[in-house]
C-alpha cells in the first residue's frame, strides 16, 4: 500500500474537478485544433502542505499556447511560475506538493488524469524541459553524448536514422564545435555556456511540440546569453517548436516572447502580446516590474520601488494578492477578486483599477495623482 | 590524475610509519617486556639471556632503527618457536582477508536492496522494518551472534558446519556474524545517499526526459549514490578486521586474528606485533584502493 | 530551483515524539545495575557447585529462586546478569567522560585553528581511527596488565578520535561564520569565542555521538572480556560469561544466551536513543 517516491510526485488532481469531458477528451478539443493551440492550461490549482498550512503555490492559472508561439511567464521569485512549469509535466519536487485542480489539454487530452506511463511518453519526447542550471540538471557521471542520446533511445519514433547521427546533428545546431569528438565528455570539461546549449539539444532532439524553459539564461553572463537566446529562437522558428518561457528578466521576455503572461502569487495578473505589455502595461504590478527596470536614456533620479513585502502565500487575502503594494488599491480590491478585462486583440488584465482608469498614467504622474481613484 | 595517485601513496605510507612506530612503542610500554614473557618467577640471568637475544636490552633508538629497518626488509623477525614472523602471517593471511571479504558481500547483499528500498518507499512499511533491521543489526556483538548462529544452524538445524575447510559453506556463518553488522551502516547510508540523489536536479532532469523509473533509479540515482558507500566500504572492512579477532576465535578459523589471540595468550610478542602491523597494512591498502576507485569512478576527480 | 515554495518540507512526525520504550528498557536496566547490590537475589560470586547448571525458571528443572538459571559453578546468572551490567556502564562511562573531553577539545582546537595544526591533528586522528579496536586493545591490556585504569586508557582514544572527527567539522564550518568573524572584532579571545560560540553549538553534535559510541563500547568492552582481556577477574562480566557457556551452548544454552541478551537490549536501547536525538537535533541529516 506504499506510495512510491515517483507516484508520490507525479499525482494528477484527486476528487472530481467540474468539468465536462468524456474520456479526458475536452469539449474544446476539435477548437484547440483548428485555433492551432498546442498547450491549453485551464484553473491550474497547485498546492504545498507545510505544517503551518497550506501554500497556493498556483491559484487559478489559465492560458494558452500557440504552435511555435513563445510564451513567456514572468514574475518574481515566489510567484509561481517554476511550479506551474512543473505541474505541466507533473514532476512536482515534493511529496507534499499536489495539483488539486485544473485541466492542462495537450493533443486533445488532459494531462492531469492520463495514468504516469502515458504522461512518461510525453515527457521528453512532446514536452521537454530545459532546467536553470546545466550544472546540475546533468549527471556528473554520465558522458554527454549518452544524456543526450536517452530521450532519443527511450522515445523511438521521434526521429528517423541512426540515433548517433541524430545527436550530432542537433549538437551541431546548437553550435557545439566538434560534436563528434565531444560525445564521451563529462559535463564539467563543458564551460558554462556549453552545457546550457547541451541542454537545449537535449530537449530538442526528439522534435518536441513544446518546450518548457525554466530561466536557463540565469546562470549564464550577458554576452552568453544573448547567443543563447539566439540559437533558441532561431531553432524554434526553424522547428516550429513552442515555448513556454519561465523568466524573471524582462531583457530576456523582449528578446525572445511573443506573448507574456505577468504572474503574482500564483495567479496570472495580466496577459497579452509582449510589445504591448512591455510598452503599455495595465496591471499596477506590471507598470511596476517595467519601470524598476533601468533604460537606456531614460532620465529618471530613482527607479520605481515597489512598496511592501512579497505576498505570503500561506495567508492570501480573499481579494487582490497584490492589495497591500498597490498604489492605486481600492476597499473592493481587497474584498473581491477582479475578473479579467480585456486589453488589445487577445490579451487581459485583473484589475479593477485598469478597467476604469489608465493605470500606468495614474502611478507614475507626478506627486499629485497617485492613489486619487477609489 | 597522476598527482592525486601520488598523494595517495605519500599518505598511505606516512600512515604505515605511524601505525608501525605506534606498536613499536606499545609493546614496548611496560618497560620489560621480558618479564612478560617469562612469569616473574624466572631467574633474573634467564631473563636477561632472554632480553639480550632478542636484542631488548640495547638502548631503545637502536632498537627502534633495527625495527624499522627490518621492516622495510619484510622482515617481522622471528616467533618465539623459530619460525620467521612473516611466513606465519602471510600464512594465515588468506583465511582472514577471505572471511572479511565473503563478511563484505553479506553485508553489501543485505545492505544494498534494504537501502534501495528504504529510499524509494520513504515513510512506508518496508522503510521501517530496515530501519529497525539496522538498527538492530548495530546492537549486536559479533561473537555472541556467532555462538547463537552456531547454535541454531549447526547444533539444532544441522545445516552449516563449524569448522574451517569444508568447501564454500563453512563461509556462511562466520561471514554473517562478522557482515551483520555493517548491514546497518551500509543499509543507512545507501538510504541517505539515494535520497538525496533522487531529489538532484539532474534526478528530475531524468524524469523530464520520460525515462523509465528503472533507468532513472538505476542508471542515474544509484551510479552517483555508490560512490561515498564504496569509501564506506573500505571503512567496514576495517572493522571487519576487527570483529574477525573475536569470531574467528568462535569457529577455530585459522586466520589472522586467532592467531593475534593464540599469540597474546602464548605471550609470543614477535608475533603480536607483526600481526597488527599486517592488519594496518591490510586496511590502509584497503583504503587505498578504495580511494583509487572513487576517483575512478567520478570523472570530476578523475580529470578534473 | 527557487528555494522559496519549492522546499518545502515537513519533518517526519514520528521522529520527534519521545521514543518510550527504549528509555524504559534503559531506565529498567540502569536502575538493576547500579543497585545491584540491593536488587539481585543472590551474590554473584557465590560458587555452589551443587546447584551447577540449572535451567532457567521456565524449563523443567528450573525454578523462581534461579529465574535465569545458574552457570557452571553454581552461580545465579541473573545475578551475576545485574553486576555485570554496573561493571559495564562504569567502564563506558569513564571511557565516555575521559575520550570525550580530550576529543571535544582536540576537535574544537582542530577545527577552529585550521592550517598546520589541524593537518597535524587530522592526521593523527585518522591513524588512530583507522587501528583495529579490539586488536590494539587486546595488546594494550595484555601488555599493561588487566586492570580498569588499563582498559579505560586504551579505550579512550578511540572515543576521542571520533568526537574530534566529528566536531572538528562543525567547528570548521562554525568558524568561517561571520558572528564569529564579528566576535573576533570585537575583540573576543580565541578562547572566548570557542567557549561562547563555537560550542554551544555542537553540544547537539557531541550528545549524539556521544550516545552513540556508549553502545559502541559496551560492545567492545564485551569484546575484550570475552577474550579473556576484560575486567579483572573475579568480577562478573556479559562478555566473560558469554565465553564461559561456550562449551555447553549446545545443552545449556541460556548460559551464552542471557548475557548475549542483555548487552543486545542495552545496545539497542541505546542507539535507538541515539538515533532520535539525531534526528531531532538535526532534522537535515534525516538518516535513519
Not at chain 1, 75 to 101: F, N, Q, W
Not at chain 1, 118 to 140: E, S, V
Request: glycine share 8%; net charge neutral.
Amino acid at each position: 500500500m506504499s506510495r512510491s517516491w515517483f507516484s508520490r510526485r507525479s499525482d494528477g488532481p484527486t476528487g472530481d474537478v467540474a468539468h465536462p469531458s468524456v474520456d479526458g477528451q475536452a469539449p474544446g478539443a476539435a477548437a484547440d485544433v483548428a485555433d492551432d493551440v498546442v498547450l491549453r492550461v485551464e484553473g491550474l490549482r497547485t498546492h504545498i502542505s507545510v505544517r503551518r498550512g497550506v501554500v497556493k503555490a498556483v491559484d487559478g492559472v489559465s492560458f494558452t499556447i500557440r504552435r511555435g508561439e513563445t510564451v513567456g511567464l514572468v514574475g518574481e521569485s515566489g510567484s509561481g511560475k517554476t511550479m506551474t512549469l512543473l505541474s505541466i509535466m507533473r514532476l512536482l519536487p515534493v511529496a507534499e506538493a499536489k495539483i488539486v485542480a485544473g485541466s492542462i489539454w495537450f493533443d486533445g487530452r488532459d494531462l492531469l488524469r492520463e495514468p504516469e506511463p502515458a504522461m512518461r511518453r510525453y515527457r521528453g519526447a512532446r514536452i521537454a524541459l530545459i532546467m536553470q542550471d546545466a550544472l546540475t540538471a546533468l549527471n556528473p557521471v554520465l558522458t554527454v553524448g549518452d544524456q543526450v542520446s536517452e530521450p532519443l533511445r527511450y522515445h523511438p519514433g521521434r526521429h528517423s536514422g541512426p540515433i548517433g547521427a541524430r545527436v550530432i546533428e542537433v549538437l551541431e545546431s546548437v553550435r557545439i564545435p566538434n560534436p563528434e569528438r565531444r560525445l564521451d565528455d563529462y559535463p564539467h570539461q563543458f564551460s558554462g555556456g556549453m552545457r546550457q546549449r547541451v541542454l537545449a539539444a537535449m530537449a530538442l532532439g526528439p522534435s518536441p511540440d513544446l518546450i518548457l524553459a525554466d530561466e536557463p539564461t540565469t546562470a549564464l553572463d550577458v554576452t552568453i546569453q544573448a547567443q543563447f537566446l539566439t540559437l533558441v529562437r532561431r531553432l524554434q522558428r526553424d522547428m516550429k517548436t513552442s515555448v513556454l518561457w519561465v523568466t524573471h528578466d524582462l531583457g530576456v521576455v523582449a528578446q525572445t516572447c511573443d506573448r507574456v503572461n505577468v504572474m503574482y502569487a500564483g495567479r496570472i495578473v495580466e496577459s497579452g502580446d509582449v510589445r504591448r505589455i512591455l510598452n503599455e502595461p495595465q496591471h499596477p504590478y506590471s507598470v511596476a516590474l517595467m519601470e524598476s527596470v533601468p533604460k537606456l536614456g531614460a532620465r529618471r533620479e530613482r527607479l520605481y520601488q515597489i512598496a511592501g513585502q512579497p505576498p505570503d502565500l500561506l495567508n492570501l487575502p480573499p481579494g487582490c494578492p497584490f492589495y497591500d503594494r498597490c498604489p492605486l488599491r481600492m476597499d473592493l480590491c481587497r474584498a473581491e477578486y477582479p475578473p479579467a478585462t480585456p486589453v488589445g486583440r487577445d490579451g487581459y488584465v485583473h484589475c479593477w483599477a485598469a478597467s476604469k482608469t489608465d493605470v500606468a498614467a495614474a502611478m507614475l504622474a507626478p506627486a499629485s495623482s497617485a492613489g486619487s481613484d477609489g | 590524475m597522476g598527482r592525486y595517485l601520488a598523494s595517495r601513496l605519500l599518505q598511505a605510507l606516512l600512515g604505515l610509519i605511524f601505525i608501525s612506530t605506534l606498536v613499536f612503542f606499545l609493546v614496548r610500554l611496560t618497560g620489560d617486556p621480558a618479564r612478560i614473557l617469562m612469569s616473574d618467577f624466572a631467574p633474573l640471568e634467564l631473563r636477561e639471556q632472554l632480553a639480550e637475544r632478542l636484542g631488548l636490552d640495547r638502548p631503545l633508538y637502536e632498537q627502534y632503527f633495527s625495527y624499522m629497518s627490518g621492516l622495510v626488509r619484510l622482515d617481522l623477525g622471528d616467533s618465539f618457536n623459530g619460525q620467521p614472523v612473516l611466513d606465519i602471517l602471510l600464512a594465515r593471511l588468506p583465511a582472514t582477508a577471505s572471511l572479511a571479504l565473503a563478511a563484505l558481500v553479506v553485508a553489501i547483499i543485505l545492505g544494498l536492496p534494504l537501502g534501495i528500498l528504504s529510499a524509494v518507499y520513504r515513510g512506508s512499511a518496508i522503510d521501517m522494518f530496515s530501519r529497525s533491521v539496522a538498527l538492530f543489526g548495530q546492537s549486536v556483538p559479533a561473537f555472541w551472534l556467532a555462538i547463537m548462529l552456531v547454535l541454531i544452524f549447526s547444533v539444532i538445524l544441522r545445516i552449516f558446519p563449524v569448522a574451517f575447510g569444508t568447501g564454500p559453506e563453512s563461509y556462511v556463518l562466520p561471514s554473517i556474524a562478522i557482515g551483520w553488522a555493517a548491514v546497518a551502516g551500509i543499509a543507512r547510508l545507501v538510504r541517505s545517499s539515494m535520497l538525496d540523489v533522487l531529489d538532484s536536479d539532474y534526478v528530475r532532469m531524468a524524469r523530464a526526459k520520460g525515462l523509465p523509473p528503472h533507468v532513472v533509479v538505476v542508471k542515474h540515482a544509484f551510479r552517483s549514490a555508490i560512490i561515498p558507500v564504496l569509501t564506506f566500504s573500505g571503512l567496514v572492512i576495517g572493522s571487519f578486521l576487527n570483529g574477525s579477532v573475536v569470531v574467528e576465535t568462535v569457529f577455530a578459523w585459522p586466520g589472522l586474528g586467532k592467531l593475534t589471540m593464540d599469540a597474546v595468550n602464548g605471550r609470543d610478542f614477535p608475533v603480536v606485533q607483526g600481526a597488527v602491523i599486517m592488519i594496518a597494512v591490510f586496511f590502509i591498502t584497503i583504503n587505498l584502493i578504495v580511494d583509487l576507485l572513487y576517483a575512478y569512478l567520478d570523472p570530476r576527480i578523475r580529470y578534473g | 530551483m527557487h528555494a522559496a515554495a519549492v522546499r518545502a518540507r515537513s519533518l517526519i512526525g514520528s521522529t520527534r515524539r519521545l521514543p518510550i520504550v527504549p528509555l524504559l528498557i534503559l531506565a529498567l536496566l540502569v536502575i538493576g545495575a547500579v543497585f545491584a547490590d540491593v536488587l539481585a537475589p543472590h551474590e554473584p560470586l557465590q560458587v555452589e557447585l551443587t546447584n551447577a547448571l540449572q535451567p532457567p525458571f521456565y524449563h523443567e528443572g528450573g525454578s523462581l529462586e534461579h529465574p535465569l538459571g545458574t552457570d557452571e559453578l553454581g552461580r545465579d546468572i541473573l545475578s551475576r546478569l545485574m553486576h555485570g551490567g554496573r561493571v559495564s556502564l562504569l567502564l563506558a562511562l569513564s571511557v565516555i567522560v575521559l575520550g570525550g573531553v580530550v576529543g571535544v577539545a582536540l576537535g574544537l582546537i582542530s577545527g577552529y585553528a585550521g592550517g598546520l595544526t589541524d593537518s597535524i591533528i587530522q592526521r593523527a586522528v585518522e591513524a588512530v581511527l583507522s587501528l583495529p579496536t579490539i586488536m590494539v586493545a587486546l595488546v594494550f591490556v595484555f601488555v599493561m596488565g588487566q586492570t580498569y585504569a588499563s582498559i579505560i586508557l586504551i579505550l579512550s582514544p578511540f572515543v576521542a578520535a571520533e568526537l574530534a572527527r566529528m566536531v572538528r567539522g562543525e567547528a570548521l564550518s562554525i568558524r568561517r561564520t561571520n558572528y564569529v568573524a564579528l566576535a573576533r572584532v570585537a575583540g573576543a579571545s580565541h578562547l572566548r569565542v570557542i567557549v561562547h560560540h563555537i560550542l554551544p553549538n555542537v553540544a547537539g553534535t557531541i550528545i549524539v555521538v556521544a550516545t552513540l559510541q556508549v553502545g559502541a563500547l559496551i560492545l567492545v568492552e564485551a569484546s575484550l572480556s570475552f577474550l579473556g582481556v576484560g575486567v579483572p577477574p573475579p568480577t562478573p562480566a556479559w562478555g566473560l560469561m558469554i565465553d564461559g557457556g561456550r562449551e555447553y551452548v549446545a545443552t545449556k544454552y541460556w548460559l551464552s544466551l542471557f548475557p548475549g541478551l542483555a548487552i543486545v537490549l542495552t545496545v539497542l536501547s541505546i542507539n535507538w536513543i541515539g538515533d532520535w536525538l539525531r534526528n531531532v537535533l538535526d532534522p537535515k541529516q534525516q538518516m535513519l
